[in-house]
């Protein structure tokens, strides 16, 4: 089993920086492919960006160029920074954990093949 707790989230303006932490229960580095996804009121929950065992990432178009993934394999953490951040980006954050293989496979953006999540993290972006 894999616990993961996510933190940072919280309230900022239009133009903002938040920076979103997820640790681990057990070590990651080697076994699993490491996400990040959100969910905002009436909508359903979308991929936001993942990052392979190796630290390779991949990110949703609505967030390229403005989010960073990244993981901290000593520390069994890994971290979105978000910055220009849109009121469109208000949405509960989620950390999730899948098989190493889904980083790599055509379908990383399927929360489906996400194993273990999160409690969730609350971003709230005001214009």
């Known amino acids: 089993q894999v616990q993961l707790v996510e933190s940072g989230g919280g309230s900022v303006q239009t133009g903002g920086s938040l920076r979103l932490s997820c640790a681990a229960s057990v070590p990651t580095n080697r076994v699993y492919c490491m996400g990040w996804f959100r969910q905002a009121p009436g909508k359903e929950r979308e991929a936001v960006a993942i990052?392979?065992?190796?630290?390779?990432?991949k990110y949703a178009d609505s967030v390229k160029g403005r989010f960073s993934i990244s993981r901290d394999n000593a520390k069994h953490t890994s971290f979105l920074q978000m910055n220009s951040l849109k009121p469109e980006d208000t949405a509960m954050y989620y950390c999730a954990a899948a098989s190493a293989y889904v980083c790599y496979s055509g379908s990383w953006y399927d929360a489906s093949r996400f194993d273990y999540w999160g409690q969730g993290t609350q971003v709230t972006v005001s214009s």
């Open positions: 990052i392979s065992t190796d630290s390779k990432p």
